[in-house]
């Protein structure tokens, strides 16, 4: 299962980015509950959540050809550096009290420019890390692992972190989180490949990125599974602060557990897949995985008692993150390498990008009808989706051997 830390770039990446996932969840979940404390609003949850991902969606293609025009490594460099700046003014201005939901808000879209380089990037990298190729889909999936392991420590602290310090040593905590990574970073010695300069602008090498992406079925129609999730499903958890302080009536404490609940499914699903020895599977998880999601989404809300919802929960971050990874991976293993930065972009825009118009979505959704009838409404339409995806797949399937015989 950890055979890709034998890599020492990978081994150091793995361990500075360890660190700094659960910092930047800390503050996620600072960020989340501290914004509902102050409003109430859960229209304003999906706001927060918006901004913080829609530059995914508008710059993540042109993140895509800028990485492959350019020096990874140093992009990544600086891509860190500047969400340290970030995080450093927004531990500031709550250490100091200034609670301006304005001023939150434009930070989390700064932080949401920055990952929209950042996250490409960092996916893009991940082949230059690992010497061995057949070593890639298990080091993608113990950066999942990672990175929901994150999921489950970094909520779970800022709980303890927020009942007892306040929100402002979450924040702080975050900024010191990114000294680690920096040092890691700084410690790898990668040789990449430097392509000669490209002669083609970068608006005809997004065309052909995209027309490279929309003639592959099979990355396409992922690439169209995890967009329609991203928007219409996994917003689900915009409202867990809702769940949490209104239906459960707790406080930050009990919302880590709905954070740290779908973290440690998350990793179950993420160990999983890190053992697995061919990718030869991966179209069947993400099928499976689905249904999980959307059907632990209906059982999640209408869940009347607390330790019943938490497993429910359990079991949407284990389709979730199933989901989101094995899609993850098929691209990145069946992408050309010329054109692996382009397609990892596109991965990035349906996925991340599509995520805060589905936030703005729930929460209107929930401000309407209800916060458990619209988490609800978005396992009906998890389930939907992967009917049509199955469908699509059989349909294809049995038109490519037919072409294949004749």
Known sequence: ??????????????????????????????????????????????????????????????AGSLIDRHNRYKILLITQIVSMAQAAALAAIIFFKYYNIPCIIFLSLLQGVI??????????????????????????ALNSTMTNMARIVGPAIAGVILSTFGEDFCFIGNFVSYVPVLICLLLMKLNLSVSAPSQKSIWVELEEGFKYVAGDKDLSSMIIMIGISSMFVIPFNTLMPIFAKDLFSGNASTFSWFESAAGLGSVIS????ANLKSSKSLMRITMIASAIFGLSLILLSYSGILPIALVFMTFSGLGMMAQTSSINTYIQTHAIPEMRGRAI??????YQGMIPIGSLLIGWTANAFG??????????????????????KTKFSGKHATLMLR
């Open 1 to 62: 299962m950890f055979r890709s830390l034998k890599y020492r770039n990978f081994k150091l990446f793995f361990y500075g980015q360890s660190i700094s996932l659960i910092g930047t969840w800390m503050q996620k979940t600072a960020v989340s509950w501290l914004v509902y404390r102050l409003t109430g609003s859960a229209l304003l949850l999906g706001l927060v959540g918006f901004v913080s991902l829609i530059p995914s969606l508008i710059l993540s293609p042109y």
């Open 115 to 140: 990952n929209a380089f950042d996250v490409t990037c960092r996916q893009s990298l991940m082949v230059d890390m690992v010497e061995d190729k057949n070593d890639l889909p298990n080091a993608i």
């Open 270 to 273: 993420a160990m999983y897949l």
């Open 345 to 350: 972009s596109y991965y990035i825009m349906a």
């Open 371 to 392: 916060p458990r009838l619209a988490v609800c409404i978005a396992g009906i339409i998890g389930l939907l989706a992967t009917g049509m995806f199955v469908l699509y």
